[in-house]
């Protein structure tokens, strides 16, 4: 690659792939003077021959490692959503097609950019991601287990702490129903659902201790319903929040605002959109219902007259999705201002809490 070529080079648009990488330069006119194809120990060593520039990559598996390092060699490495690149792609989807709708995203002035996470933040985000696979395989061991019984006319109460008290005096009264095999195989499952909840025991523990060291984590402990796995996926998630303008943005991108469809002079809205991070956003919703079924702690972090109000036009369903939406704002001010939660308890201002 000669001198001339590089110095040419102002932007840079780069598909991530396994082994692979395609790479597009754009010149300052945005004419293509660099169109080739490198494999994953060459990118590094090619970019830093490179005089410092512009350069757009999809936030993906490995985005976030390659930014790290492309900004230690001076570049200004930008992420950005897949979705937001796709309406840049022109013609038939290729690689080098790709590569070059994200050259010309990352110019955008209106572009909404991904931050680029720490080691630190990754680390604590495959916790959570780990503990949520484990969760996950853990319920359904438990609707396995309701299943077969239910299959034989054994109906225990809803909820896990029912059945977890219940199934050994089942395992061992209920022989006229339960057959050998089955009560072999339940006993299984049972067995691999303790499993299952000591090793989640160890990671939330795991997780606890790494958001009681983190002053980002205390300070969002102190909003009302949000404990030290709601608080940690979201430093994992967005850092500072520096990524956002505004508590707004980040509810949206958790898809808590209504989706809108609005047209003309039409405002239309439908329910919630639910793009983002589903994970947080299933988090802030129990968090939600955590401080609604618990009255009295409204008056205590100001809530109440906000609550009450809502209670009196909103299904119960639509006001925990309503407060989640607000809760979120909250965390969000408390964690990019880096300021405890205040409740503010007169009538006038308790709907906008600090």
Sequence with gaps: MSQKLNTAIAVIGIDIGKNSFHVVGLDDRGAIALRQKWSRGQVETRLANIPPCLIGMEACVGAHHLSRRLRMLGHDARLMPAKYVRPYSKGQKNDFRDAEAIAEAVQRPTMKFVATKTPEQLDLQALHRVRERLVSQRTGIINQIRAFLLERGVAVRQGLRFLRAELPQILGTRTDVLSARMVRAIEELAGDWRRLDERIEGLSGEIEAIARRDAGCERLMSVPGIGPIISSAMVAAIGDGDAFGKGRDFAAWLGLVPKQTSTGDRIILGKISKRGNRYLRVLFVQAAWVVLIKPKSW???????????????????????????????????????????????????ASRPA
């Design 299 to 349: 008056e205590r972090h100001g809530l109440k007259p906000w609550i009450e109000a809502a209670k009196k036009r909103l299904h119960h369903n639509v006001l925990a999705i309503a407060l989640a939406n607000k809760l979120a704002r909250i965390a969000w001010a408390v964690l990019n201002k880096e300021r405890d939660f205040e409740c503010v308890r007169t009538d006038e201002t």
